[in-house]
């Protein structure tokens, strides 16, 4: 057998804006669009880029999805920049949510019913596995409408063209300002054999937000039903509505066609007034086509959040593979556009989580998805330390600038929390007035993540437990950012969310996943949820610390404490002339290792994975400003090499 020449090329920071690989020299397998073109590699800032997060130039999300065996990413991105503007369909493939694979734009502008602007929308999988695109396309006359795209080639596994068949637009704004009117969500199919979707719009009566509900029998031609599947005065605009069903138990996802006697629904929009989102649970009546938020939902921008950071923007879709629903969301930068800019990057996507309904049926509860796991390195663990009011304790041994903390706290009483004013109904409001060095009774108490050796910098995420009428208690979890760095001119709020928990164990835990630039952490087991993005000026690389923290009166202790060092994400190219279909590989490097050992995971299109560790270095690209890794496969001894100029981490 000859021996194949491949050089496969990696991008350590996960997918940055792939049309730029080429300019690097650097052999890829995809056209490009020169038009597109803007900054070089060497222009884009890594100081506060992530290590494994989904990072796109830009913008939000679009319908995500699943078809045979393989995850699509479809994401709002502007070739050309680092702020708003230019907006295409662009689109990575992966197999575990977290190892990217950026291919070509799938939709972008080219037709009069999209000339303008291919916005968000979502992708549905229709009987016979076919699936489908519908987006908002901005029309010759600056229209909003709604079009659909479907697959040119069923049998490429990544799903790279898509048609627009001329019958677009499918549905347009008679009637409707055609300014508000986008977003279709996923359809769902009812009993009597017709499709449903949902497209968010304002009401200009009361500034009332709408989900209009449009219906198909063959997905090409759709009628507005009179009555909207619901609507909200006062909350403006809704922008990309999302509503699926969830099981009363379990934490199995459900397609979103499901229905019946053991399913609730939800229904999630994102409010472009205050830019965050709010979610219902409640009842949907499918033969008057209603939804009824249920009465433990407030439905209005006091309503319950997926997260109360920066968190906007998001789907969930059903992973029909392992049979969960995923939620997903755009975080985007909070620091100004100028610094945007100058970083030639802005906005990431969270960590996927798996959504369920929480044992009391009156909110979801989330977890980063498992596969997340694969990138955990190096290991310490913490048990039974004491934490005494006004001290912190170093957790070492781990890259605190990229790394997973899973804590539990303990406390023994709660008869030193403070009390509970009633007016208090802000949690924002009320973690600004009562961050981390204001003292108090039960708390605070929690991490202080990306910290200066000295405490010049800090994101504290923490815990504040209040005693409130009736013997009950009020939780507060926050993820402070107002000490985060230094630097000043950017935003920095005191994110918080009231966490409805069980406190009768006296325990209370919090995952954090810490990645440079952003904090993604997950409160009482998932209950209440908060993404900072932050950018220290002390607290970068190797000189981040992370410490856990009690400024309370009650002595809390580290029940149990695990964190991990995190390894880059990776985004890989296609081998070239390779006469094997490799889909993606992944990165194992320890940075305690000196000698710079690199496993390499490959997985190939069914999906089982081939472990091959070797570290024989050769013809490194140094002068990349993203290190290039270079992978020689050899069939004779059926080994990959790998070798690269730098690891960050
Ligand atoms: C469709 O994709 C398959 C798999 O990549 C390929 O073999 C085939 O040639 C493609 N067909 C067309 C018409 O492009
Ligand atoms: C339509 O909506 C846009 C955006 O909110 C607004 O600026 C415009 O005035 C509206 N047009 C009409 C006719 O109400
Ligand atoms: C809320 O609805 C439930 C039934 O769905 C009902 O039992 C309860 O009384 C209602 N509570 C209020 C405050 O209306
Ligand atoms: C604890 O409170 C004291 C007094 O307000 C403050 O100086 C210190 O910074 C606080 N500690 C932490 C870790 O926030
Ligand atoms: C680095 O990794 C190699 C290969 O796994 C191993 O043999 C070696 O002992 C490691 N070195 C250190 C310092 O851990
Ligand atoms: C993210 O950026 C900050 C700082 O510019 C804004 O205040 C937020 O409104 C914005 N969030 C969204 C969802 O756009």
């Excluded at 677009?168 to 009637?175: E, Y």
């Excluded at 006697?261 to 219902?280: A, C, G, P």
């Amino acid at each position: 057998m000859e021996t194949p020449n491949l050089i496969w090329v990696l991008i350590f920071c996960s997918c940055f804006c792939f049309n730029l690989i080429n300019n690097n020299g650097v052999e890829a397998s995809h056209k490009v669009f020169p038009e597109f073109q803007s900054l070089k590699v060497s222009e884009v800032s890594q100081l506060h880029r992530t290590g494994f997060h989904f990072q796109p130039p830009k913008h939000w999300i679009n319908g995500p999805m699943y078809f045979n065996g393989v995850y699509h990413l479809f994401y709002q991105y502007n070739p050309k920049g680092a702020v708003w503007g230019n907006i295409v369909w662009a689109h990575s493939v992966s197999t575990d949510l977290i190892n990217w694979k950026p291919l070509d734009p799938a939709i972008y502008p080219s037709k009069p019913f999209d000339i303008n602007g291919c916005w968000s929308g979502s992708a549905t999988i229709l009987p016979g596995n076919k699936p489908v695109i519908l987006y908002t396309g901005i029309d010759t006359a600056n229209r909003q409408v709604q079009n659909i795209a479907v697959p040119k080639n069923l049998s490429d596994p990544y799903l790279r063209e898509w048609n627009k068949p001329d019958n677009n637009p499918l549905m347009v704004p008679d009637g409707l300002n055609a300014s508000l009117f986008r977003d279709p969500t996923t359809a769902w199919w009812g009993k009597d054999g017709r499709w449903r979707v949902l497209v968010g719009n304002k009401n200009k009566n009361g500034n009332k937000g709408v989900a209009l509900l449009y219906r198909s029998h063959d997905f090409m031609r759709w009628t507005m039903a009179r009555h909207p599947l619901h609507s909200k005065a006062k909350t403006g605009m809704w922008e990309c509505p999302d509503f699926y069903p969830i099981q009363l138990k379990g934490k199995t996802g459900l397609d979103t066609s499901v229905m019946g006697d053991d399913v609730k629904h939800v229904l999630k929009v994102s409010l472009d007034v205050t830019r965050f989102e709010y979610y219902t649970l409640g009842r949907y009546f499918p033969e008057k086509d209603r939804y009824v938020p249920d009465n433990t939902s407030a439905d209005d921008s006091t309503g319950l959040r997926y997260d109360y950071g920066n968190f906007y923007a998001s789907k969930t879709f059903f992973d029909a593979g392992k049979n969960r629903r995923i939620l997903w969301g755009w975080s985007n930068e909070s620091d100004t556009a100028k610094d945007d800019v100058a970083k030639g990057w802005a906005g990431i996507q969270t960590i996927p989580r798996t959504v369920w309904l929480d044992k009391d049926g009156k909110q979801l509860v989330q977890r980063p998805i498992k596969e997340l796991e694969k990138l955990r390195g190096h290991e310490v663990h913490m048990k039974k330390v004491e934490l005494v009011k006004g001290s912190h304790v170093e957790v070492k041994g781990i890259t605190a600038a990229q790394a997973d903390i899973d804590v539990t706290f303990h406390f023994s009483s709660l008869d030193k929390a403070e009390p509970f004013d009633p007016t208090w109904v802000d949690a924002q409001q009320l973690c600004s007035q009562k961050g981390s060095t204001v003292q108090g009774g039960v708390g605070p108490f929690g991490l202080l993540t990306l910290a200066s050796d000295k405490l010049e910098e800090y994101t504290p995420i923490f815990f504040r437990i209040f005693k409130a009428h009736h013997n009950k208690q009020v939780v507060l979890m926050c993820s402070d950012a107002s000490s985060s760095s230094l630097k000043k001119e950017m935003y920095k709020p005191s994110f918080a969310g009231f966490v409805d928990v069980d406190l009768s164990e006296g325990k209370l835990s919090l995952r954090s996943l810490i990645d440079h630039s952003v904090v993604e952490s997950f409160g009482a087991g998932g209950k209440t949820c908060i993404t900072s993005r932050v950018y220290p000026s002390l607290a970068v690389g190797a000189d981040a610390h992370l410490f856990a923290f009690n400024n309370g009166t009650e002595a809390v202790r580290i029940f149990n404490l695990k964190a991990w060092s995190m390894r880059n994400s990776v985004a890989i190219d296609k081998p070239i002339g390779s006469s094997h279909e490799f889909l993606f590989t992944s990165f194992e490097s320890d940075r305690q290792n000196s000698s710079n050992t690199i496993t390499v995971m490959v997985s190939d299109l069914q999906g089982s994975f081939l472990r091959i560790g070797h570290n024989e270095i050769f013809g490194a690209d140094l002068d990349s400003a993203i290190p290039a890794i270079k992978l020689k496969w050899d069939p004779s001894y059926n080994l990959l090499t790998a070798s690269t100029s730098d690891y960050r981490v």
